[in-house]
């Protein structure tokens, strides 16, 4: 499942993560989030406002434009 956040400065959605579901019967046992943004910074202050940090274009490119997602939603 792609999930997108809201970009001022581009005016569009762009990527934030991939999430992988892993079902045990009929429930979500495990979610994997494959983040488009940098995940290097030691700092908590960064995490805070993480949708708004720069989208890693290669990321994007292994995660989203890999299984067909759109690089961004106008």
Do not use: K
Request: aromatic share 14%; charged share 25%; hydrophobic share 40%.
């Amino acid at each position: 499942m792609g999930a997108y956040t809201w970009d001022e400065r581009e005016r569009c959605f762009l990527p934030f993560a991939l999430d992988v579901l892993t079902l045990e019967g009929h429930r979500i046992g495990e979610i994997t989030s494959f983040i488009t943004r940098s995940t290097e910074s030691e700092q908590t202050d960064f995490y805070l406002h993480w949708p708004r940090q720069p989208v890693d274009l290669a990321a994007v490119a292994a995660f989203f434009e890999r299984f067909g997602l759109p690089g961004r939603l106008d």
